[in-house]
């Protein structure tokens, strides 16, 4: 049974840091692309950034980019997403998910295997 779990998220102070983490059970994550998604109370679910199947390059929305950095652990079979330089603005729910012809896009639903999601909220 393919499955994703986030983990990492919690509270953080702005300006500050974290690492959030994709464990895959099931399925290797080389074979997919996994994104990055998030979604705010009141708000649609957006996607921030995603590494390619196979030979790992990345795409990055704009609201991240020189903020976030995605990186996959093949011999883990984990993703992780660095946050730095938190804002109040990226508080919400992250989820992972792996979507398999899928290349440089964050487009929700294009993406086939989604987690739980944990809880970032940034705030002092």
């Known amino acids: 049974q393919l499955q994703l779990v986030e983990s990492g998220g919690g509270l953080v102070q702005p300006g500050g840091s974290l690492r959030l983490s994709c464990a895959a059970s099931?399925?290797?994550?080389?074979?997919?692309?996994i994104g990055w998604f998030r979604q705010a109370p009141g708000k649609e679910r957006e996607g921030i950034v995603c590494?390619?199947?196979?030979?790992?390059?990345?795409y990055y929305d704009y609201s991240v980019k020189g903020r976030f950095t995605i990186s996959r652990d093949n011999a883990k079979n984990t993703v992780y997403l660095q946050m730095n330089s938190l804002k109040p603005s990226d508080t919400a729910v992250y989820y992972c998910a792996a979507g398999i012809g899928v290349r440089s896009t964050v487009v929700p639903a294009k993406y086939d295997y989604w987690g739980q999601g944990t809880q970032v909220t940034v705030s002092s």
């Open positions: 099931g399925f290797s994550l080389d074979y997919y692309t």
């Open positions: 590494i390619n199947s196979g030979d790992g390059t990345t």
